[in-house]
């Protein structure tokens, strides 16, 4: 492939532009090839996908019913893998590696430039406070079940099974991870992940196909768990239980701000090699959706939990063997939220929006890189510190499951794409007739999922 080919080229082809000078065109050729495989990108980009939205999609089944969820889960799976197309098409426009930085200066006004930063550094921010309620949610009670309820009442004065000591426990597992600063460093971590997610996935079908006796809901002997339960195809009883199921749908799917990281470290780059990464993790992710969601909603009906691993029962070991596997997935989805968060954290120092000086100490040769270890490791102690705040306090996973995917997720997989890819590319085709009409839904829906968070909670 010649470097006029090379998607990662700063060489700039545009029509009525010129090619870039003799110097830039060294430094391009000076900058490393990308060297993660398809295998480990797919690993890593479905382990992002996944994470703690397989465990809120039985909920969102029991909101909606089960004929509307799915119809969501495959719109919402179709939008997905188009706007992360588009997001890498754009970027391949992009002088050097893409950020969203340079993909918002294309399509926002000068002064919103750094909206789509801060989006990316909420939404990442909220997902890792999700993982690590289910961590502090999950461990403590599989614990119980390993050591003995009596063993831990032999602990006072330390409880055990208190939920803030485990969100404690959960940021400084994380924490060594969350200073990485490539993708390729988390191939192995994600791929663990995938096999506990396939194990926990497993576990949920066999437990519907009764194959350990009757289901129960949880601890909670009084409710009513006796199967085969009513399973509403549209549930209609529970007022905006449609947009609550698609916000978490939407939530379930997002995965964008780990999209150009991926790109730009994958080896070989072209782009439908990266539709395929795209494509693959969505299909796998989309397929293990319907099959937990449908047989958890089939299980507990509309008592399941917006964490599916709580409506079992903790006596049954291999749901405590499930609890620990989705405490360490979440363990190792973490850092893929960090590391996104942090780099648009830089994006915003290095551009001016915490002040010129700062911005221009960073970008100098001499001051950028121990200015930048510094900006590293604060943000990185600050984002684990709020982690470790937020997750104390909110104990609802489909709250502020609901809350992201409403706001933030919606922001950046379905507005700026498809923004980004109409603004360039004006000449009338198919593709601008698709991104525009995801804009505008996008646009419509996020005010209106807000509402319905709210309501239902």
Known sequence: MSRLDDPRSQFNINAGEPLLDDYSVRESEQQPEGRATFFSSVANLSNAILGAGLLALPYGFAAAGWVVTIALLVVAGAASAFTMHLLTLVSREVDGPATFFALAKKALPPRSVGLIDVSVV?????????????????????????????????????????????????????????????????????????????????????????????????????????????????????????????????????????????????????????????????????????AVGMAGYATFGADVSSDLLESYPGSEEAVVVSRLGFSALVSFSYPLMCKPARDSFLSLVEHGSFGVEAGARLSDAATGPPLRRRYVAGFTLSFLAGTWLVAAVVRDLGVILGLIGATCSTFVAFIIPPLVFVKTHPEPSAKKSAATAVLVSGVLLMPTMVAATFVGA
């Open 122 to 290: 909420i939404m990442c921010f909220g997902l890792a406070c999700s993982y690590v309620i289910v961590f502090s949610t999950l461990f403590p009670s599989a614990i119980e079940r390993i050591v003995g309820h009596e063993t831990i009442l032999k602990a006072h004065p330390v409880d055990l099974l208190s939920r803030q000591l485990w969100v404690g426990v959960g940021v400084l597992t994380v924490a060594p991870l969350a200073f990485q600063e490539s993708f390729e460093n988390l191939q192995f971590t994600s791929a663990l992940g995938v096999i506990f997610v396939a194990y926990g996935s497993a576990m949920v079908l066999v437990y519907w196909a009764g194959l350990w006796g009757a289901a129960s809901c949880g601890d909670d002997d009084e409710l009513d768990c006796a199967r085969p339960k009513r399973l509403h195809k549209v549930e209609l009883d529970r007022g905006f239980g449609p947009l609550t199921a698609l916000s978490i749908v939407i939530f379930a799917f997002t995965a964008h701000a780990q999209v150009l990281g991926i790109a730009n470290e994958l080896k070989g780059y072209t782009q439908r090699k990266m539709d395929a990464v795209a494509t693959c993790s969505i299909g796998v992710c989309g397929a293990l959706y319907v």
